[in-house]
């Protein structure tokens, strides 16, 4: 089945303690992204990759960090979360670029203390 | 910056009534997208619809675009309760960005 996948779902933490948030996709893409959404605010891009080792800032990339060794796994790094960090955030891949059809993972809720 | 911004916020219908939802946008784009979004889950692409494109349509989905105005409709006929989510527009730029931006949404409820 064709799927993008995170990890964890929930993740609770405080700050300053450094975390990675996973996500892999099977479909072979070449395009992937990482999205935070907060209430009243949509989603905004975190960061997006074209291809591996290949990376640029979203709309929001400030105090996050990717990179993208393999071809299906695109993490999220957060170095040192702070409480504004809090959110839901979305991995999502598609085959040509982001402004085509995207297919999204099942989100994983950050609560930073 | 917001790019595409959907209206109404939030809409509430009957079981068998469509569902017009509105999108609005600021500059010119390649393209536009609708989605899907379940309570807490991930996005679902519905539709997509190119700059050059008036109208399409999916099953019980109708997408049309008109780039003079700079808005976009998604029509969903014959509601059923299983079409309770929200609903986004996204945007691609055209200009050469692989920054979509997303609107901030339409609440729809159909009651059964």
């Known amino acids: 089945e064709a799927q993008v996948t995170q990890n964890p779902r929930y993740l609770i933490t405080v700050t300053g303690k450094k975390l990675t948030v996973t996500c892999s996709q099977n479909?072979?893409?070449?395009?992937m992204s990482w999205y935070r959404q907060d209430p009243g605010l949509g989603l905004r891009q975190i960061y997006y990759?074209?291809?591996?080792?290949?990376?640029d800032k979203g709309d929001v990339p400030e105090g996050y960090k990717v990179s993208r060794k393999e071809k299906r796994n695109f993490p999220l790094i957060l170095e040192s979360p702070s409480p504004n960090q809090t959110s839901l955030y979305f991995c999502?891949?598609?085959?040509?670029?982001?402004?085509?059809?995207?297919?999204f993972g099942p989100g994983t809720r950050l609560l930073v203390l | 910056s917001q790019q595409g911004e959907e209206d109404p916020q939030a809409l509430s219908i009957q079981e068998g009534e469509n569902a017009t939802m509105n999108c609005s946008y600021k500059?010119?784009?390649?393209?536009l997208q609708w989605y899907r979004q379940n309570s807490g889950r991930g996005l679902v692409h519905l539709i997509l619809i190119r700059s050059n494109e008036r109208e399409k349509h999916s099953g019980r989905l109708r997408v049309t675009l008109d780039t003079s105005k700079k808005s976009s409709s998604l029509l969903i006929t014959a509601s059923r309760a299983a079409d309770t989510a929200s609903y986004f527009c996204?945007?691609?730029?055209?200009?050469?960005?692989?920054?979509?931006?997303f609107g901030r949404g339409t609440s729809l409820i159909v009651h059964p």
């Open positions: 479909m072979n893409h070449e395009y």
């Open positions: 990759s074209m291809n591996v080792e290949v990376t």
């Open positions: 500059t010119s784009i390649n393209n």
């Open positions: 996204a945007t691609g730029a055209s200009g050469g960005s692989y920054i979509p931006t």
């Open positions: 999502a891949s598609s085959a040509d670029s982001p402004q085509e059809t995207q297919y």
